[in-house]
């Protein structure tokens, strides 16, 4: 039997009504709260319900907010004549800052997901042409690179890889060649395209096509290396 596992954010409903709930009885058990500030937990449950939830979450903790405020603190609609115009307002006010924070994290949930795609299209694209990406920062030495650069140097392993180990794999021919051109690179404030060999796991040589940049900071100093390395499949 398959046993179907449903996402947290499917309960969105139940996260909705737990937090606004749970605003509305810390509203009761402190009633001698101002009309601020009971609407300002309120909006805390609308802000805990949109980011457990997303924005669906967000926005029936909002109606549920207000039906709830409405009935305890709020004259009757037969009563419309006891009404307060600043309860008008703080309502208003409510609403609004609570829809800006649902369109904030229903923005950022797009951007998130665009971004994905991105990175899914990026990684198909490099694994179809045979190349592998890779950036060194030299301020923090920190190295990135993508599956497809580990599939380059390292075949057999998928552990840490430096900048200083990728280096380490250039044939002993061509490690010069590669250096010098960093080098020139960074006082020249370019890039540059190199042929060279990579060693594999079992030593053996890959031809590949590296296309490096450099990236400056705001004084003008080398911050990171930016790399793309492609396997010469016609020299291969």
Request: proline share 3%; glycine share 8%; with cysteine.
């Amino acid at each position: 039997m398959v046993v179907t596992q449903r996402h947290p954010h499917a309960y969105w409903p139940v996260v909705a009504a737990v937090c606004a709930l749970g605003a509305f009885a810390l509203t009761r058990s402190l009633d001698v709260l101002h009309e601020d500030r009971r609407l300002i937990l309120f909006l805390a449950a609308v802000s805990i319900a949109t980011a457990l939830g997303r924005w669906r979450a967000g926005v029936l903790a909002l109606l549920l907010s207000l039906l709830l405020y409405g009935i305890a603190y709020l004259p009757p609609l037969s009563a419309l004549s006891l009404f307060d115009p600043d309860d008008g307002v703080r309502l208003g006010l409510f609403v609004t800052m609570a829809l800006v924070i649902i369109l904030l994290y229903a923005s950022r949930e797009r951007m998130q997901a665009r971004l994905a795609l991105s990175e899914q299209m990026l990684r198909l694209s490099l694994e179809a042409a045979r190349m592998g990406a890779w950036s060194a920062d030299f301020r923090t030495g920190e190295f990135w690179r993508s599956a497809g650069l580990s599939a380059l140097v390292e075949p057999a392993t998928q552990g840490a890889v430096s900048y200083e180990a990728f280096v380490g794999r250039i044939h002993p021919d061509d490690h010069t060649a590669f250096l010098r051109a960093v080098d020139r690179a960074i006082a020249g404030n370019t890039g540059f395209d190199i042929r060279h060999r990579l060693l594999g796991a079992k030593a053996e040589a890959r031809w590949v096509i590296t296309r490096v940049r450099v990236s400056f900071d705001g004084s003008g100093r080398a911050q990171r290396l930016l790399g793309v390395s492609m396997e010469d499949v016609a020299q291969g």
